[in-house]
């Protein structure tokens, strides 16, 4: 065995931690970013662990992940909820607004 350690194990998790919070960060839901910073916060951990365990291109891209691509996925997701929201609010072809009723 060499000596550096090839160990896949933090990045295989900072990955599936990533998705599962841009998985929350997309959903125009509110209050889902609640769940999405904590799995945000455990992916950036991870990437520092990545750079010290030695593997600093997943790392990289971890930090850069958790970092910009979170931002503009919360961004997104924050334009697709109010974009949602004026949809349900404009008048139907009758003229009334949908209600939230028969969602």
């Known amino acids: ?8 194990g933090p990045v295989i998790a900072m990955w599936i931690v990533m998705l599962i919070g841009w998985f929350f960060f997309l959903l125009p839901i509110p209050g889902t970013i609640f769940f999405a ?3 945000n916060f455990v992916a950036f951990i991870l990437a520092i662990v990545c750079l010290i365990k030695g593997r600093v291109g997943h790392g990289l891209l971890g930090l850069i992940g958790s970092i910009i691509i979170s931002a503009v996925l919360y961004f997104l997701s924050f334009t697709l ?5 004026q949809e349900l609010s404009e008048p139907n072809n009758t003229g009334e607004a949908i209600s939230t009723d028969k969602l």
């Not at 065995?1 to 896949?8: A, F, K, P, Q, Y």
């Not at 909820?81 to 929201?85: K, Q, S, V």
């Open 1 to 8: 065995m060499s000596g550096t350690n090839t160990s896949r």
């Open 37 to 39: 910073i904590p799995f």
């Open 81 to 85: 909820a109010i974009a949602t929201i």
